[in-house]
């Protein structure tokens, strides 16, 4: 099935190009690649992350690193083996490189996906001081309404 519009999360046949010098340690050829965000306009880009086989030449299962997202061919069918999806080699290429659409991935595997991200891309500090703001934020907002509703009980 061939579309225009893709969105984050689906997989999708693409052209990684040769990389010079060699040797490579990136996928190249037609390979399955999983959507991380597609810049329709202006820019025609896509940013995506390679997927490659669960197992090795001689059959033997791959040690994932924590950031790697596994995908196993009986919960997504179209795929042509067990898989994963390469989060420490995201990239960024020309939209026109995007071959046929494969699948999408399940809402367990999406949320799966988002919390790998966050690692594979070290933000854990980021995150931690967004969330310390925010509790910091409410709290003060929770002791201001307090103070007021204690105000106005004495007023009364």
Sequence with gaps: MDRLEFRQGDIIWFDFPEEDPKPQYTIKG??????????????????????TSLYDDQGNKKELKSYHLPLYKKDYPQLKCDSYVKLDQIMTFSRNKIGSYICSLNEIDRAALHLKLIESLQMHDTIK????????????????????????????
């Design 30 to 51: 037609s390979h399955p690649a999983l959507l991380l965000h597609d810049y329709t306009l202006p820019n025609q880009t896509v940013i995506l992350a390679p997927l």
């Design 129 to 156: 001081e967004i969330v310390v703001k925010q509790i910091e934020h409410t709290v003060q907002k929770l002791l201001e309404e307090y103070i007021e509703k204690m105000i106005k009980e004495d007023e009364k």
